[in-house]
């Protein structure tokens, strides 16, 4: 593992790999991802789904500034000649009506192949379609998500205790998906699925979201990347320009960082050394 933050210093690489920001919820950590897009640039940033959270904004309206600015900040970069590619997931599933189409230079796509600089073919999907649950049992995705949003709002109160104490973050769900069996068999049973339906489509890897557990590794003999999410772990994947894939962490572990932002004015924000894995 090697530790990189300088966020006075623009990294150019050659594709980012971005799901699960779900704008339009409290629990998206939309200035953190203002802060990565504002020191990453990239030939291809992939939008991996659940961009927007459509469930949660049906049930109240929640968009605040950050949340727009993380729109705002995509575009800019479209204009500036990224390529964007907007693959839906299920809480933006109603962005899967328009395939094919273009809004401010954001192409729309239901999934695609990636080939890397060193010629690798990487299926890039959200996932859901091959979770059960969403798929099967409407309902019962739902309730999910609901615990869901509880379990963050009893964690966000549980690290303000831990911060004040001076302990680092420790996430609820997280521990929870890898302490439940069944949590851990559902996650294991997707990883095979997805690693399944890229090698039917003759790729070597897949490239997913969904889940919210980032990571880099083999399944079934192929590789298997998850961009992980931007409500706790702020998580993404990008292509080193020789084709190397990395996970990067933005948010490891609380720290306090001055980040310049608007008209240069310095404010002090909890963000993370951003912590690369490379595969």
Not at 56 to 71: A, F, G, I, M, T
Request: glycine fraction near 8%.
């Amino acid at each position: 593992m090697a530790t990189m933050h300088q966020l006075n210093t623009v990294r150019h690489v050659r594709t980012l790999f971005i799901s699960d920001v779900h704008l339009g919820s409290k629990a998206a950590k939309a200035e953190l991802l203002v802060d990565f897009l504002r020191v990453h640039d990239a030939d291809t940033i992939y939008l991996v789904g659940d961009i927007v959270d459509g469930w949660r904004l049906k049930r109240s309206w929640h968009w605040p500034q950050p949340h727009n600015d993380v729109v705002q900040k995509l575009l800019r970069k479209a204009r500036k000649g990224t390529r964007i590619v907007y693959i839906p997931g299920n809480h933006d599933e109603f962005v899967r009506d328009f395939p094919g189409e273009h809004f401010g230079g954001i192409e729309v796509k239901l999934n695609d192949v990636h080939v890397t600089a060193d010629g690798r073919r990487f299926l890039v999907m959200h996932g859901d379609e091959f979770d059960v649950v969403v798929k099967n049992a409407r309902i019962l995705a739902y309730l999910g998500d609901w615990a869901y949003d509880a379990a963050l709002a009893v964690n966000s109160v549980f690290n303000n205790v831990r911060r004040r104490l001076g302990f680092p973050y420790w996430s609820l769900s997280s521990w929870a998906k890898l302490k439940v069996k069944n949590a851990v068999n559902f996650i294991g049973e997707f990883e095979k699925t997805l690693a399944e339906e890229a090698r039917r489509q003759d790729c070597v890897g897949v490239i997913c979201g969904h889940i919210h557990h980032a990571q880099l590794a083999e399944r079934e003999g192929i590789e298997y990347v998850n961009t992980g999410d931007w409500v706790e772990s702020c998580t993404a994947v990008a292509e080193r320009p020789d084709g190397t894939l990395e996970l990067i962490r933005w948010a490891e572990e609380a720290r306090r960082v001055p980040v310049r932002r608007g008209r240069g004015a310095e404010v002090e924000i909890d963000d993370l050394p951003s912590v690369v894995e490379a595969a």
